[in-house]
């Protein structure tokens, strides 16, 4: 009877154990698409596309163009792809003065996320990225108010390609060959005033055929500078 239990016991733990082992970003074919910055007059034509390709991304919006926009915020919203926060003003000088205005613009821009959408939303991505600007002290302070920070590993410059947009998308394979050697997913940055739509199109067309695309929300480990994914050995 004894034996029968632990058996029992060992069986449930063992089934539980892969589980939780198991993490969401060793695996080469996700792919998180994110976009910045917006939303803004650029934002419906890349809506378009993901509905058209049944793809979800993540818009990491600004407070400031969230009050602006607030149709299109809730479009986003609606259209099921994950919100993140972007910080309200997006001027380094203002963000990172001190570890509480950090975290004050992202509490600022979260209550216009959720007065327009209803939804709570905890993944940000401070402007520039958390290197150099973010300081330990800033970590702690935006950890302790319980945002999950997110920064990029695939970073496609699209801004700095704009009128070429081919080039962002090479730049963008040549950074999904390199999360795939590590074994890990990949989150790719765009921003929605930069991304030029068509070529977006063809790219995710081409890439559906091997990725699976996600969400922020999706993921149980956010990708930071400062917190890598480690390569799958
Ligand atoms: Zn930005």
Redesign the pocket.
């Given at each position: 009877m004894k034996k029968g239990i632990i058996l029992i016991v060992v069986l449930v733990l063992g089934m539980g154990m892969p589980a939780e082992a198991k993490t969401d970003y060793h695996s080469a074919s996700y792919v998180y698409l994110t976009f910045?910055?917006g939303p803004d007059d650029r934002t419906p034509a890349i809506l378009d596309v993901l509905k058209k390709q049944k793809v979800k991304a993540t818009f990491f919006v600004t407070g400031r163009n969230a009050k602006r926009y607030p149709t299109l915020l809730k479009r986003i919203a609606k259209e099921g792809h994950a919100i993140g926060l972007?910080s309200m003003t997006?001027d380094a000088k203002l963000f990172y003065k001190t570890p509480a205005s950090a975290v004050a613009e992202m509490k600022e821009t979260q209550v216009i996320v959720a007065r327009l959408t209803g939804k709570n939303v905890y993944d940000v991505r401070v402007?520039?990225g958390s290197v150099p600007k973010m300081t330990s002290e800033h970590i702690k302070k935006m950890e302790a108010a319980g945002f999950r920070i997110w920064d990029w590993n695939v970073d496609s410059e699209d801004w700095r390609y704009a009128k070429r947009p081919k080039v962002t998308f090479e730049r963008v394979a040549l950074g999904l060959e390199r999360t795939a050697e590590r074994r890990t997913a990949a989150v790719v940055l765009m921003?929605d005033h930069a991304t030029d739509p068509v070529i977006l199109e063809k790219w995710i067309v081409s890439e559906k055929k091997k990725a699976a695309f996600r969400t922020v929300q999706q993921a149980k480990t956010s990708y930071s500078f400062f917190a890598k994914w480690p390569a799958k050995k």
């Open positions: 910045d910055d972007h997006h402007p520039y921003h």
